[in-house]
């Protein structure tokens, strides 16, 4: 060891190799120093978002060295990057890296990190731990669609409260007059006939709404594990029809509208469980922004679609399910006729009775006949010197007329027709 000390001591130290020497290495949540470099750590890799730090430690022999604490969070990205210039006169010594957590965005990066030791640059070692959420609040949301048109949606809320539930802490003054010591509050501007009653007893429980959309529960005494309530009511808004009232397909959509609970650091698993009515066939579930959920989709009289989330801090979460209702469409059949309309080329080449002429020939042949009888009556007018043609002006220009009113009067048939529609029979 005093051989390795002395070459180290002689060793280049900036940007160049320096030896190492790991005794022992890890994370911990309180360090105590016991003399100058040596210290007393109580060792864990697990940790919760409500921790003040993580500590990260190597007990390592050295002259001197930079010391570089690299963390990486649960996606593999460079989250913190710390460097110190570190001396130890009597090996082995102990460093730490500092990773702040409660209160800080590491606090919600939930899973496994990683840890790497750099000393001038060279890899020392690598380590990791974990970051866990703290579970103050779980959901189960319960939505029964028993009519898709109208809709009919009754939803069933039930709330376990996790003694560390900031719930508890502090009592609320509210408008009225109205004082609460303990009680939750959720926005729910989707629901009415809102009712709530614990969950074991079934006792009625208190609740005040203010401005119609924020609910607060009044939870009475508090309990000292915890609470379990539910919230009853009927769904306002969130199913609607799509394409059209004649192709019964359904849009469910639904979104949190979290009130306080989203602005708490601490995540909230959820779980879903909607029932359609019978005759459904399941197309689609999608969550907010195009969310890909993992979903279970069970029989029985309907179809039962449940799946599970963790709502993250400061985040709103929200999803859309697609179904057909094939027994709406059948009771809803609509039924279509198909207006016609004889276009004008058709009109043109019907036939006049006993002539055998069509109406288009017919209007072609009085049109021209009667611009020549036009011009032969002018032709023989006074005005013009005799000809010696034997014909009765009068009689001629009055033949014209005839054919023009024929001509006029086959043009304005054509056009009713063509532009006649076909009623449609009675529903």
């Keep these: 060891m005093l051989t390795l000390l002395a070459l180290v001591e ?28 040596n210290a007393l750590v109580n060792k864990t890799a697990y940790f919760t978002q409500d921790d003040q730090v993580v500590i990260a430690y190597a007990k390592v022999a050295l002259y001197n060295a930079s010391l570089t604490w690299l963390f990486y969070d649960p996606n593999g990205n460079l989250y913190s990057n710390t460097t110190r210039a570190e001396t130890c006169n009597s090996s082995p010594c102990t460093f730490v890296g500092y990773l702040p957590l409660s209160g800080t965005p590491a606090a919600i990066l939930f899973g496994e990190w990683k840890m790497d030791l750099l000393a001038n640059g060279y890899f020392v070692y690598s380590d990791s731990f974990w970051v866990e959420p703290v579970l103050t609040q779980e959901n189960y949301w319960s939505f029964n669609v028993t009519q898709s048109a109208p809709a009919r949606v009754h939803g069933e809320l039930k709330v376990i409260l996790h003694p560390t539930n900031q719930t508890f802490t502090q009592p609320i003054q509210l408008n009225r007059g109205v004082r609460l010591d303990t009680f939750y509050e959720l926005s729910m501007p989707y629901a009415a ?82 029932a359609l009515p019978e005759g459904t066939a399941f197309a689609d579930l999608v969550g907010l922004n195009v969310l890909s959920l993992n979903h279970n989709v069970t029989g029985g009289h309907g179809l039962t679609i449940t799946f599970t989330a963790t709502v993250l801090p400061l985040q709103v979460f929200g999803w859309t399910l697609i179904y057909r209702d094939f027994n709406w469409l059948n009771s809803h059949q609509v039924t279509y006729f198909a207006t016609k309309s004889a276009n004008l080329a058709s009109v043109q080449q019907q036939l006049i009775p006993v002539l055998p002429l069509t109406l288009g020939s017919a209007s072609l042949w009085t049109a021209i006949m009667s611009v020549f009888l036009l011009i032969g009556s002018e032709l023989l007018s006074p005005a013009y010197a005799r000809t010696g043609i034997l014909i009765d002006r009068r009689r001629l220009r009055i033949a014209a007329l005839a054919l023009v009113a024929i001509f006029l009067a086959i043009t304005v048939y054509q056009i009713l027709v063509s532009q006649a529609a076909v009623a449609p029979p009675p529903h």
């Design 10 to 37: 002689y060793a280049p130290v900036s940007g160049s190799y320096v030896a190492v020497v790991v005794y022992d290495h890890g994370f911990t949540k309180q360090i105590t120093w016991v003399g100058h470099g």
């Design 193 to 274: 006939n809102i009712t709530a009653s614990e969950a074991v007893t079934n006792r009625r429980l208190s609740i005040v709404i203010l401005n119609g959309t924020n609910i607060y529960v009044d939870l009475g005494p508090q309990p000292p594990d915890g609470y379990t309530f539910v919230i009853n009511f009927d769904l306002v808004y969130g199913l609607y029809t799509l394409n059209g009232w004649g192709g019964g397909t359904f849009a469910f959509s639904w979104q949190d509208e979290p009130f306080a609970r989203s602005y708490t650091p601490y995540p909230v698993p959820e779980t879903f469980t909607i």
